[in-house]
């Protein structure tokens, strides 16, 4: 089971806003709308930002969206802050098999 | 409150064998829905997911680790416990374990154990 697909990088000012990619396959991506998205800062463990597509945890500011279209999903962050400064990582359900796919990550900056 | 926690060898030599045990709290293993996963992160590089144990005591593994993995649970002692056998240096990464739904949602994590594998 291949990585899904990120951009390494992506970058705003502050109030701006930043959409990051995830590309998969009819495998994973494309076939379930169980996609997820992490938020990880050095030296901490992720943080689930949103769930199957574009759920919201309780908690996660409304900022943080998600959408999907065929085989490519993504988040995006509106109104960026200093603290969202951080990698992303999504993930998608694979199949019974092999659940659990991630992205290559994205390291988003707040210029 | 959910929280999860990792423990195990710092180091291990190549070609031992890694166990880890994830402590939990918060939920239980044996409610309907339930799963545990480990997952890891080499240095600088990005998640790879492992294993899974679901409360009906099913298990998954990475289709390219497999061969090296074992998880089980203990469900009076709230642990799930991961061997990975053979270890190579490459293998060396934070190890996480985190509560795991059925379809894919990851939404409690443990702090991570960094295991280094070297000689």
């Known amino acids: 089971q291949s990585a899904l697909t990120q951009p390494p990088s992506a970058s705003g000012s502050p109030g701006q806003s930043v959409t990051i990619s995830c590309t998969g396959t009819s495998s994973d991506v494309g076939g379930y709308n169980y996609v997820s998205w992490y938020q990880q800062h050095p030296g901490k463990a992720p943080k689930l930002m949103i769930y199957?597509?574009?759920k919201r945890p309780s908690g996660v500011p409304d900022r943080f969206s998600g959408s999907k279209s065929g085989h490519t999903a993504s988040l995006t962050v509106s109104g960026l802050q200093a603290e969202d400064e951080a990698d992303y990582y999504c993930?998608?359900?694979?199949?019974?098999?092999?659940?659990?796919?991630f992205g290559t990550g994205t390291k988003v900056t707040v210029l | 409150q959910v929280t999860l926690r990792e423990s195990g060898p710092a180091l291990v030599k190549p070609t031992q064998t890694l166990t880890l045990t994830c402590t939990f709290s918060?939920?239980?293993?044996?409610?309907?829905?339930?799963?545990v996963s480990w997952i890891r992160q080499p240095p600088g590089k990005a998640l790879e997911w492992l294993a899974r144990i679901d409360w009906d005591d099913d298990k998954y593994y990475s289709t390219s680790l497999k061969t090296r993995l074992t998880i089980s649970k203990d469900t009076s002692k709230n642990q799930v416990v991961l061997t990975m056998t053979n270890m190579d240096p490459v293998d060396t990464a934070t190890y996480y374990c985190?509560?795991?739904?059925?379809?894919?949602?990851?939404?409690?994590w443990g702090q991570g154990t960094l295991v280094s594998v070297s000689s």
């Open positions: 918060g939920f239980s293993l044996s409610t309907s829905g339930m799963c």
């Open positions: 985190a509560r795991t739904g059925t379809t894919g949602k990851i939404d409690y």
């Open positions: 199957e597509v574009s």
């Open positions: 993930s998608s359900y694979a199949g019974s098999n092999n659940p659990y796919v």
